[in-house]
C-alpha cells in the first residue's frame, strides 16, 4: 500500500506535464469537436463556486431568479442556461495563486467550441474568456461572441476605446475603464479591460497571455493573475450556451520566460523576444526546499504556478507539502501505513 501512495503522489505531477506541452493544442481542431456531451452535474438557481471532476475550477453566479450550470465530465466542458436571471455568469477554467501574469511557466492558451440559443433580453452578453487580476484590481474579458446583432456586445459597459490588436488571425477591439461595484474583493473600485473580436466565431483558440502582452503594449497596467475561465454571461433574456469542447491549458511552446512577456510582444515571451530556452540537468538540481503548504486530505488542486497536484491514499496517514513558485513541481511525499 506504501508504493500505491507514492505511485499517485507521482501521478499527480506527471499529469502536469502535459499542460506545458506545446503540441498538445494542435492535437484537435476545437471546431471539429461537435457531439453533444451528456451527464455530469447540475447546479440549479443558485451562487456557487467549486471543483470539478475534471480538475477545473467553476462559478455560477445570478443576481436574479432562474439559472443553471451543468458541469460535464470532460475537460472544462459546460452548459450555462439561464431565465430572467438578471446577471447570469457561467464559468470553467483555472485559478491561480497571483503569480505575475507572464510568470507561469507558459502561455495561457484556451480552446472552444459550442452551441448557443436564446437571448440577453437587450442588455449584454459575453462569450469567451474571463478573469480577475490583483495589485491593481482588474476585471478582463476577450469576447469571441455574444448574444445579439445590435454591435458592441456590452453597449455603454466597456469604458472606452484604447486601441485595435491582431490576435489568432483577426483584430480585437480593445476598451478599458474603471468601474465601482461587485468584485473579488466585496465592493471595490476596480479597471476593466475588454478584447472584442471583430469577426465572431462559435470554435477556435484563444492565446489568451497574447491579449495580456498586447494590453501592455497599449499602455494598460496588468497586475498579478488570479483566474483564466471561460465564459457564458447574459444580463438578461434566456438562453443557453453548450460547450461541446473546452479548455484552458498552459502551453511552453515557444515561451522561453521573462519578466516583461517579450520586448516583441510576440509569441515567444521573454525579454529576449524569443531567444533559445537554457537547457538545465535535472541532477544538478539538488536544493532542499523549506517551507511549502501541506496537504493530508485525497484531492486535486491547482497549485497556483501553472501545475496541478494529487494527493491519494485509502488508509492511514500521509501527506504531501508542494512548493510551487519558482520551484516548479517540487513535492515532498510522507507516508506511513497509507
Known amino acids: 500500500m506504501k508504493n500505491k501512495f507514492l505511485r499517485n503522489l507521482f501521478l499527480g505531477t506527471l499529469l502536469s506535464g502535459p499542460l506545458l506541452a506545446g503540441s498538445v493544442?494542435?492535437?484537435?481542431?476545437?471546431?471539429?469537436?461537435?457531439?453533444?456531451?451528456?451527464?455530469?452535474?447540475t447546479i440549479n438557481?443558485?451562487?456557487?463556486?467549486?471543483?470539478?471532476?475534471t480538475g477545473y475550477q467553476y462559478e455560477i453566479w445570478r443576481d436574479g431568479n432562474g439559472g443553471s450550470l451543468t458541469l460535464y465530465p470532460k475537460d472544462a466542458c459546460f452548459r450555462a442556461e439561464w431565465n430572467n436571471a438578471g446577471d447570469f455568469?457561467?464559468?470553467?477554467?483555472k485559478t491561480f495563486n497571483k503569480p505575475a501574469w507572464n510568470n507561469i511557466g507558459g502561455d495561457l492558451v484556451a480552446n472552444y467550441a459550442y452551441?448557443?440559443?436564446?437571448?440577453?433580453?437587450?442588455?449584454?452578453?459575453?462569450?469567451?474568456?474571463y478573469g480577475w487580476m490583483d495589485n491593481p484590481q482588474?476585471?478582463?474579458?476577450?469576447?469571441?461572441?455574444?448574444?445579439?446583432?445590435?454591435?458592441?456586445?456590452?453597449?455603454?459597459?466597456?469604458?472606452?476605446?484604447?486601441?485595435?490588436?491582431t490576435v489568432d488571425g483577426d483584430q480585437y477591439e480593445v476598451w478599458s475603464g474603471t468601474r465601482t461595484g461587485a468584485s473579488k474583493w466585496g465592493n471595490s473600485t476596480f479597471t476593466q479591460i475588454f478584447s472584442i473580436r471583430k469577426t465572431r466565431r462559435q470554435c477556435g483558440t484563444i492565446s489568451i497571455s497574447e491579449h495580456f502582452r498586447q494590453w501592455e503594449k497599449l499602455g494598460l497596467k496588468l497586475g498579478q493573475l488570479m483566474e483564466a475561465q471561460i465564459l457564458a454571461e447574459s444580463g438578461g433574456g434566456q438562453g443557453y450556451?453548450?460547450?461541446?469542447?473546452?479548455?484552458?491549458?498552459?502551453?511552453?511552446?515557444?515561451?522561453t520566460g521573462g519578466s516583461t512577456g517579450g520586448s516583441t510582444g510576440g509569441t515567444t515571451g521573454g525579454s529576449t523576444g524569443g531567444s533559445a530556452a537554457v537547457v538545465t540537468d535535472p541532477c544538478s538540481k539538488t536544493t532542499s526546499?523549506?517551507?511549502?503548504?501541506?496537504v493530508t486530505g485525497n484531492g486535486i488542486q491547482d497549485i497556483g504556478n501553472g501545475y496541478n497536484y494529487e494527493i491519494w491514499r485509502d488508509g492511514n496517514s500521509g501527506s504531501m507539502t508542494y512548493f510551487g513558485g519558482d520551484a516548479d513541481c517540487a513535492f515532498k511525499a510522507d507516508w506511513n501505513n497509507s
Not at 289 to 294: I, K, L, P, V
Request: proline share 2%.
Open 45 to 53: 438557481n443558485q451562487n456557487k463556486t467549486g471543483n470539478t471532476s
Open 289 to 294: 526546499y523549506s517551507g511549502g503548504t501541506r
Open 138 to 165: 482588474i476585471e478582463y474579458y476577450i469576447v469571441d461572441d455574444w448574444l445579439h446583432d445590435r454591435g458592441n456586445p456590452g453597449g455603454s459597459y466597456m469604458g472606452s476605446h484604447k486601441g485595435t490588436i
Open 241 to 255: 450556451v453548450d460547450f461541446t469542447y473546452a479548455t484552458v491549458e498552459i502551453s511552453k511552446e515557444g515561451y
Open 115 to 129: 452551441k448557443k440559443s436564446g437571448n440577453d433580453g437587450g442588455t449584454y452578453s459575453y462569450i469567451g474568456i
Open 25 to 41: 493544442f494542435a492535437a484537435v481542431d476545437p471546431c471539429s469537436q461537435t457531439t453533444q456531451l451528456s451527464g455530469g452535474t
Open 89 to 93: 455568469l457561467g464559468r470553467v477554467g
